[in-house]
DNA sequence: TCTCACATTTCGTTAGGCCGAACTAAATAA
DNA sequence: TTATTTAGTTCGGCCTAACGAAATGTGAGA
């Protein structure tokens, strides 16, 4: 193949592929009966650890009043828990609760399951180029996301 | 590097792959002023030409009165053409216009022009490997996807 | 103690997007 | 022609999720 039909076959692969995986995500949160917002929150909480209400407003860009119905609706779900901050009982600790989203781990089983034998078809040399590809790939999306800020 | 730790460092770069991907796809979406379902209906547009309003509707599993309103909401921002069928005069085909999305061709060219940079250090050998890679990776993701339906 | 500042919640409102029911217009059957 | 079905639209109502303003409870300094 061309180098020119090779780039042109990886535009359009690469298409596809953020595509689906668009599509997979939107699948999982409606099985899990979230929102966006509520989505965009839980993923938070997974990266930062316990956050308080104000942290979660200043990272979402929302009002401290829509926060508090965010939780509201996290916690009917099950998915966080509130905690009062011992230090400054001002405070509302959000964390997560691991049992509550357990339960869903098995939407992601298929995925896992076939990128894993995706993986064993490859060699550690291919892996490691594959990696250091995501990788890459992944800093160009944040920086492209960034510049649309 | 181990396998076990590639293994595993591929599992979290794909996870933030993933993550990044959905975060620029969302803020093109926010970019352009389209909501989740005016975006999907324009990517069914794109991938299976001009429909008529009650196409759309089966494709999306909204009733006809939300696709009125959807279509609606579509034209007004510029982004489809309705259209009376010749053949049977009560059908509205809809059409994406490529003039009013053109404007927001922009949006995508930082990332564009990255991947062509990251595309353009390895070799050709190296870049099948990714078509390949891209190519089969997308197919784990649609069957998942499709496992959830 | 008495403010005053701060973190969050509550309340009332608004905008968006969906639905069902009733409607118009066009095609089709009797 | 007339009755029926089909395709879309309009209307009114509802729900969700956002917001601003005011209330609540807590901390901290004079």
New binding site residues.
Partial sequence: MSRERLLAALAEAGRKHGNTTVMFHTAVSARMG?????EKTLDLLRRLGP???????EH??????????????LERKGFVR?T???????????EIRHDGIAGFGALFEDLVRGLEELYATYTDEQLELILDFLRRSAEVQRAATAGLG
Avoid: N, Y
Avoid at 51 to 57: K, P, R, S, T
Avoid at 62 to 68: D, E, F, G, N, W
Avoid at 84 to 94: F, G, L, M, P, S
């Fill in positions: 979230l929102g966006m917002t509520e956050l308080a209400a104000g942290e979660i407003a979402s860009g929302l009002t401290p009043a829509s926060v508090s119905g965010l939780i509201d609706r509130r009062r901050d011992t230090e400054d009982r001002r405070r509302v600790i959000v």
